[in-house]
Nanobody, 125 residues
Framework: QVQLVESGGGLVQAGGSLRLSCAASARTFSSLTMGWFRQAPGKEREFVVA????????YYADSVKGRFTISRDDAKNTVTLQMNSLKPEDTAVYYCAAVYYGTTGWELPRKYDYWGRGTQVTVSS
């Protein structure tokens, strides 16, 4: 069983930055492909970014390319999402997700077995 806890959300003005973290309780964190999704009110959950269990591959949604950066620290069982140049349309609850040895379909929520409870990100205009 893997438990995921997000932190770092908050309120920021457009153009600002936030850093989200996801702490995982897993004996083999390095074997987990980690993803971030977001969900705005009245909308479906949307893929944001993922990083492979090997750490060698990342996959970004077009809407965040060049602005968001994902990284992982296997020694600390954490994955971090650095969000820069935030826009009001980035406002959502951000969820951390994980799957063991995920190799394909990283953008699909159904591919992930474990989810955090989410952290709110609000970007004001």
């Amino acid at each position: 069983q893997v438990q995921l806890v997000e932190s770092g959300g908050g309120l920021v003005q457009a153009g600002g930055s936030l850093r989200l973290s996801c702490a995982a309780s897993a004996r083999t964190f390095s074997s987990l492909t980690m993803g971030w999704f977001r969900q705005a009110p009245g909308k479906e959950r949307e893929f944001v970014v993922a990083i492979s269990w090997s750490g060698g591959n990342t996959y970004y949604a077009d809407s965040v390319k060049g602005r968001f950066t994902i990284s992982r620290d296997d020694a600390k069982n954490t994955v971090t999402l650095q969000m820069n140049s935030l826009k009001p349309e980035d406002t959502a609850v951000y969820y951390c997700a994980a799957v063991y040895y995920g190799t394909t379909g990283w953008e699909l929520p159904r591919k992930y077995d474990y989810w955090g409870r989410g952290t709110q990100v609000t970007v004001s205009s």
